[in-house]
C-alpha cells in the first residue's frame, strides 16, 4: 500500500511562523553630529579614563580595584590589573576590594574598608552608579567609575565612563578591553579571553559578535568557546553560594594565564556543584501572576544567591499573551530582607513599545500614596531595562506584591493562554537571555 505523500508546504503555512529575534549587536547605535558612532562610550570619556590609568600607573602608589563580584565585574578588574602592571605599575602596590554579601559600595562599612587601606588610586568597575560622597574619604584619592549600568548618577568627584546610552550597551569587560587595548601592544593577546568571558557572562553563550562589537577571531582561535564558557560558569559560582566565596574567584583569574587552568580549578568545581543542587531544589517552584498577568511572581528561601538563574529559566519557558517580567524573590538570603531578580519573559522580548523593567517595577510602587518608594531605599529597581532586581525590607516587599495584585482575580484576558514546560532546561544568568547581567 502506497503512503499518501503530504503536502509540506501546506503544513508549513499552517504552522506559526517563529518570531525572529534579533541579534544583540542589530540595534542601531548612536551617532555623533557627524554621523560617527559612539561606542562603547563617549570618545571625551573613553579619553579619560585611559589618563587616569596612565597616570596612576606613573604615579607608583596605592592603588585599589573594586570590581563587581560577577565575571563581568571580574575580569574586567584582572583587565585592568594586568594593563597597570603592564604599564609599569608595581604589583605589590595594586590590592583589591569586594564587597561583602548583601552590601554595596556605597554604603558606610565598605566604603571605611576601602579608605583603611589607604588608596591614592581606587578604581571602581561593574558595581551599578548612584550619587553619593566620594567613593573614599580623601581628598588626596582619585576616583575612576568604569560601569555600563543604567544610570546618570555618579559618586562626586569621580572621573567617570559609562556604556549605559550607548547601545550596544557593552559589558563591562568588553567596555573595560576597549579601554585597556591601545594602552600597551601585550593587553589584547593576554585580556581578549578575560574580555570574552565577561561579555558572554552578561550576554550569552550564543552572542554573535558583530560590529561595533571588536572582532574576536583570534581570541576564539587560541581559546575554544567552550573553554570560555565553561570557565564563566566556574567563576560566577563561588559569589553565589551561602559563603559568597568571590574571593576564590578573583584568584582563579588573576593567577590563570587561559580559560583551560580555570576549569580544574578544585573550590570553583564545588562551589557549581553546590549551586546546581540549589537551583534544582528550588527551581520548580510555581508562579503566581499579578491582576494584570504582566508578572509573574516566584517565592524562594535561600541562602544562595539562586533567584537571577530561577528567574532566567522561567522567563525563557513561560508564555501568555500579558506576560511581561518574570520576579523571583528569595526572602533567605539576606536575614529581614527579599532579594529579588527580574528578567523580560521570552515570550515579550519584541514587545513594541520594549518592556522595561526598571520603569514597570517604579510605576508598581508609584500606586502606593504613602512613602513605599522612600522605605524601599536606594538598591529597589537597579540595574538594567531589561535585567532588573533589587534588596529591599522583607514588609516593604509585601505591600510592593500587594500593589501588583498577585494572587487576586485577574483582570479580563490577563491569564489567557499562561504555558509552560514541565521541565525548564538550565540556562546561565546573562542579559542575552533577557532580551536577546544581575
Known sequence: MKRKATDSSAASKSKH?????????????????REGIIWPAPEKAVDAAR???????????????????????????????????A?????????????????????????????????????????????????????????LIIDHHLSDEFPKDATVVSACHYPPVATSALLTYEICKPLHPDIASKCGYLCAMGTHGDLGTTLKWKPPFPDMAET???????????????????????????????????????????????????ARAE???????????????????????????????????????????????????????????????????????????????????????????DRDTADLVRRMGESFARGHKEASGGIVPAAEFEELVALMGVGKKPDPGAGEAVKAKKNPSPQKNNLMNYFAKG
Open 17 to 33: 511562523p517563529k518570531e525572529a529575534i534579533p541579534d544583540y549587536c542589530d540595534v542601531e547605535p548612536r551617532r555623533d553630529e
Open 51 to 85: 589618563e587616569f590609568l596612565r597616570k596612576c600607573a606613573s604615579a607608583q602608589q596605592k592603588t585599589l580595584i573594586v570590581p563587581d563580584k560577577d565575571a563581568d565585574g571580574l575580569d574586567a578588574g584582572v583587565i585592568i590589573h594586568r594593563t597597570l602592571t
Open 87 to 143: 604599564l609599569g605599575l608595581t604589583p605589590s602596590l595594586i590590592d583589591v576590594h569586594l564587597v561583602k554579601k548583601g552590601t554595596n559600595i556605597h554604603d558606610e562599612e565598605e566604603r571605611a574598608s576601602m579608605q583603611a587601606k589607604d588608596p591614592k588610586f581606587v578604581i571602581v568597575v561593574d558595581q551599578g552608579s548612584r550619587s553619593g560622597p566620594p567613593v573614599v574619604d580623601d581628598q588626596d584619592a582619585q576616583s
Open 220 to 270: 576564539f582561535r587560541l581559546h575554544s568557546k567552550k573553554a570560555i564558557n565553561d570557565a564563566v560558569s566556574l567563576i560566577n559560582a563561588p559569589r553565589r553560594t551561602a559563603t559568597f566565596d568571590v574571593v576564590s574567584a578573583w584568584d582563579a583569574l588573576l593567577h590563570a594565564h587561559s580559560p583551560k587552568e580555570i576549569l580544574s580549578n578544585p573550590r570553583l568545581l564545588a
Open 275 to 365: 549551586i546546581n543542587a540549589e537551583v534544582e531544589r528550588h527551581t520548580h517552584t510555581p508562579p503566581k501572576f499579578s491582576r494584570d498577568g504582566k508578572i509573574a511572581v516566584l517565592r524562594i528561601h535561600s541562602a544562595a544567591q539562586v533567584h537571577p538563574v530561577i528567574a532566567t529559566r522561567w522567563a525563557g519557558h513561560l508564555q501568555s499573551k500579558a506576560l511581561e517580567i518574570v520576579l523571583v524573590a528569595n526572602a533567605g538570603y539576606i536575614p529581614g530582607m527579599v532579594n529579588f531578580s527580574c528578567r523580560i519573559a521570552r515570550c515579550a522580548r519584541n514587545r513594541d513599545p520594549p518592556v522595561n523593567i526598571i520603569a514597570s517595577l517604579k510605576a508598581v510602587a
